[in-house]
């Protein structure tokens, strides 16, 4: 298998159909779950959240780096929002996720590895809040994370120091 060549690149307006698809992906599990609701009901709920989401992002995380992921052939396949100046020590990875045919194939390890890289040059830490279900954790713990503190029980805490790479 040959590697999967991608670019990332920053966000536009003309993105958020792609990066609607995206964050779709990442709640179709959970909606699955919801029998009652009609297939127009599921995207309107998550069309409905996804835009809360983008408009607290881009309020909250002002001067964040937000890029979509694409491939050669410029097709949006996943989407990596950083703040690189969360604060003086710390470097917040504030959503990474890419569409199921993509994953598994180390396109969020080579991803995660560059925000590592970057916050080793900036000697910050890097922290990520994961939900305590996601099948991503042991690709965190791997690179290093450490799970640090849990808000709501439901999401976990991870962060990655720069003398902590393995």
């Keep these: 298998m040959s590697e999967m060549l991608f670019r990332a690149r920053a966000i536009n ?46 309020e909250l995380y002002k001067g964040a780096d937000l890029q979509i992921i694409e491939t050669e052939q410029q097709q949006a396949i996943g989407r990596l929002y950083v703040h690189w100046q969360y604060s003086p020590t710390e470097v917040r990875i504030m959503d990474i996720a890419i569409l199921p045919p993509y994953r598994g194939q180390g396109l969020g390890s080579k991803l995660l590895e560059a925000v590592l890289r970057q916050g080793a040059v900036l000697g910050k830490s890097v922290t990520i809040h994961v939900e305590y279900n996601n099948p991503a954790l042991h690709l965190y713990e791997r690179l290093g994370f450490k799970k640090i503190g849990e808000f709501n029980t439901v999401y976990h805490l991870y962060q990655w120091k720069p003398d902590s790479t393995s």
């Design 13 to 58: 307006e003309a993105d958020l159909p792609a990066l609607l698809e995206i964050y779709a992906s990442t709640r179709a599990e959970e909606l699955a779950l919801v029998p009652d609701w009609t297939e127009a009901q599921k995207r309107t709920f998550v069309t409905q959240q996804f835009m809360a989401q983008h408009q607290y992002y881009q």
